[in-house]
């Protein structure tokens, strides 16, 4: 996967986030400019070590660098309430999201109205603006949902923190709001997670290629995945893999056709260069669901809703 030689980009440090004008029709929250209090995403929450992805040499000189990480800190670990983020500084996108989820202490805070803030740690060149979603059919797409990490004490605190514009990702509105594709599979988990009052990990992000379209200068996602990791009764990591299509994007706005597979770990290995090899050993075999088809070839079967998944 050729991302493109690094960029050096000076990185100033504010004392308070970067508050964006907000539309019409959106909400806004408040952030919290004590970025020292974040703790990010724990690789021991579910009892057995689930480790962030291991970033390649090309992949962790284009990441953007933390400019307040403290000391023993990876710098191109950005943390927040319950999860963290690593930017491609290059494409202006995160490379990926891991976020901690506690069903058993999972809350609801009221959304009132939205402030996208851009994160003072990064360049906010590094970061994809409000300009980009302006009068067109693209949605400002949380990666980390906004009720994903809102749990515990910080719920408040942790559910704002997924209005960073690192978080934020174009999505075209039918893809990001359609409940059988993007929408569906956040659903699922989080309610897996509620139902149950357990926990779970999940790492989201897009696929990034230089096919991608461009527009205002901005190279569009076509496909976006996650991996869900959950610890069952008998204390066995069990690990799930998705991809999410918006190939519609290709001619324009206008057309849209969504996809959605459950796919293998290697596939998204593959497809993101990042090394997620700890977690294959654990991943749910998809043909172990008595009454559904069997999968297509390359390890991937086609998910027509939400019931077809084969997890946990």
């Known amino acids: 996967m050729s991302l ?6 000076a990185i100033p440090v504010l004392s308070t986030p970067t508050e964006v004008p907000v539309p019409d029709g959106l909400e806004r929250v408040d952030i919290d400019p004590d970025y020292a209090a974040r703790r990010g995403y724990d690789p021991q929450f579910l009892g057995v070590p689930v480790p962030l992805p291991v970033l390649d040499e090309e992949q962790r000189r284009n990441a953007a660098k933390n400019a307040r990480a403290g000391e023993g800190q990876d710098a191109a670990v950005l943390p927040y309430h319950h999860f963290s983020i690593v930017m491609n500084r290059r ?3 995160a490379y990926y999201t891991a976020v901690n989820i506690d069903g058993a202490q999972a809350k609801q805070p009221k ?3 939205d402030t996208w ?9 590094e970061q994809i603006g409000e300009a980009l979603y302006a009068r067109n059919a693209l949605d400002r797409g949380h990666l980390v949902r906004r009720l994903d990490p809102a749990w515990g004490v910080e719920a408040l605190q942790a559910n704002n923190d997924t209005f960073h514009f690192t978080n934020c990702s174009p999505q075209h509105a ?3 709001q359609n409940s059988e594709t993007w929408l569906g ?20 992000g897009p696929v990034m290629t230089e096919e991608d379209p461009l527009y205002r200068g901005i190279r569009l996602p076509r496909h976006f995945w996650k991996i869900a990791a959950y610890v069952g009764d008998d204390g066995a990591l069990t690990v799930s893999a998705f991809l999410l299509g918006q190939e519609g994007l290709l001619g324009g706005l206008e057309r849209f056709n969504p996809s959605t597979w459950q796919v293998s770990v290697g596939e998204i290995i593959a497809r993101t260069g990042l090394d997620f090899s700890a977690l294959l050993p654990s991943e749910v075999a998809m043909t172990a669901r008595p009454g559904l088809e069997a999968m ?17």
């Open 4 to 9: 493109g030689d690094a960029i050096t980009t």
């Open 91 to 93: 494409r202006q996108l």
């Open 111 to 113: 959304r009132d109205r």
């Open 117 to 125: 803030y851009f994160d003072p740690r990064i360049a906010e060149s």
């Open 174 to 176: 039918d893809f990001n």
């Open 185 to 204: 599979i956040e659903d699922y988990l989080l309610g897996v997670a509620t139902g149950l009052r357990r926990r779970l990990t999940i790492f989201t």
């Open 296 to 312: 297509e070839e390359g390890g991937r079967r086609r998910l027509d809703a939400v019931s077809d998944i084969v997890a946990f």
